[in-house]
């Protein structure tokens, strides 16, 4: 289907035509390299989208202006706040508005999240989730299967790659969950793993856990923003997600969390509660005896913190303006761009080098990151095409991870990307 050349012209022509390439110029660059910066690492720290000073100027004005009083009188109130993030959220991750909240971080809102969903009970008390999960999930679920006192190793069900095969088989997953039956409490998965940039069924493996009454759970750090999600109608339960990597909203930046419209009103689920769950028509009465918000914003523990809600509005707008369809069918194309440069530069230089692209080929099995093993001098090439401009990422032992962002690569980065690893080479 791609008619794909590895040149500049090409490249260009591909940007001309990009119906996205003028959102390149609502984002800064970063300029401390004396080379020509060439950023692919949106999946790890999105680029500051250039609204984003005026954004929290506006609120650092308005406590100057009004100190305590701007919760009520700042040009967007803060005890609000949150609800300005809301509709434009739930339409990145395909979610209705009840069933979104932005608040907190992710790794704490995951926390938040199985208190109430990770329920042992009798026989069902695992927890399925997939091998070599990014570290804070996996400190977080053998945190929680150790909080109910269960052990360990019998609990927490790993599935993980094949001997000599880089990625997770769905089959695996799917007939593991099957296998584990009515002893499955939770799925737990990363929608995209963060390593390989392998993208999960999300659909397939929320129907297989329901169908043996456990709950389904993802975390979406890797997938907000990047993948078209459609949580709502996929029936998942609850998923969490960091608003700072391909959501592009400050280092650190906040969380967005969902809960399925099911549990909207399930005031007996336990929950680990703030006042800012609490029903907000009551919530400053402050009386004993907690009753949670409808839906999402029932798990909010504390109230906003303004300053990065501020960056985390002033992205969600730019994805508002260029709309997921059109963020996905770049991320394709550019994607597999990419891989043709990197099929091309790798081809050429065989002799010297071995890269594995242990991205699954498969656009449907992926988003916008491309995994590259570099067998034999991984580190040091990777060192030297940092030295060239290039930031992408290196993860242990042996892999490169590049994520070209829709919103703000180009066509011609990628190609450049393919010259400096060609020089990088040699
Ligand atoms: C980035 C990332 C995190 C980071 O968690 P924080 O709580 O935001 O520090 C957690 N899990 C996954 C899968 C990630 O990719």
Redesign the pocket.
């Known amino acids: 289907m791609h008619q794909f050349e590895n040149s500049l012209d090409f490249a260009r022509q591909l940007d001309a035509h990009d119906p996205l390439k003028s959102f390149r110029e609502k984002f800064h660059f970063p300029t401390f390299h004396e080379k020509t910066v060439r950023y692919f690492t949106g999946n790890s720290l999105g680029l500051q989208p250039k609204t984003v000073k005026e954004y929290i100027l506006q609120e650092l004005d308005d406590w100057q202006k009004y100190g305590v009083e701007g919760h009520f009188l700042a040009k967007r109130p803060w005890y609000a706040y949150h609800e300005n993030l809301t509709d434009k959220v739930a339409k990145i991750v395909g979610a209705k508005p009840i069933e979104v909240v932005v608040t907190h ?4 809102n995951l926390h938040l999240l199985m208190v109430s969903f990770y329920q042992p009970k009798g026989k069902r008390t695992k927890i399925l989730c997939e091998a070599k ?2 570290p ?2 996996q400190y977080a679920l053998e945190s929680q299967v150790k909080f109910h006192g269960l052990n360990l190793a019998e609990h927490l069900v790993e599935v993980g790659p094949r001997d000599g095969e880089q990625l997770i088989r769905e089959e695996d997953i799917l007939s593991k969950i099957e296998e584990l039956g009515d002893e499955l409490a939770l799925v737990m998965i ?1 929608g995209v793993n ?1 390593y390989t940039g392998q993208l999960f069924d999300m659909k397939k493996i929320t129907d297989a856990a329901h169908g043996v009454g456990a709950i389904a759970g993802f ?1 979406l ?2 997938a907000a923003g990047n993948i078209n999600l459609h949580l709502h109608d996929w029936g998942v339960d609850f998923a969490a997600w ?1 608003g700072y ?1 391909y959501l592009n909203s400050s280092p ?1 930046g906040v ?1 967005g969390m969902f809960v399925h419209e099911r549990h909207a009103n399930s005031p007996e689920l336990p929950r680990f509660a703030g006042w800012w769950g609490y029903d907000k028509s009551k919530r400053f009465l402050m009386e004993p005896g907690f009753i949670p918000m409808e839906g999402a914003e029932g798990w909010q523990l504390s109230n906003a913190p303004v300053l990065g809600m501020a960056a985390h509005l002033a992205s969600v707008e730019i994805f508002d303006e260029a709309g997921m369809d059109r963020i996905g069918q770049k991320r394709d194309q550019m994607t597999a761009y990419l891989e043709f440069v990197i099929d091309d530069i790798s081809e050429k230089n065989k002799d010297r080098v071995s890269f594995e692209l242990i991205t699954p080929r498969d656009k449907t099995k992926r988003g916008a990151q491309l995994s590259i093993m570099a067998k034999g001098q991984g580190k040091a090439l990777f060192d030297v095409l940092s030295d060239l401009g290039v930031v992408a990422d290196w993860r242990e032992p042996n892999v490169i991870r590049v994520a070209p962002a829709p919103l703000y690569n180009s066509y011609e980065d990628c190609y450049w990307f393919g010259q400096l690893l060609q020089e990088a080479i040699q």
Not at 105 to 108: A, D, M
């Open positions: 971080s992710l790794t704490t999960a990014f804070s999930d990363g963060y975390d750090a890797h960091c990597k650190g969380s």
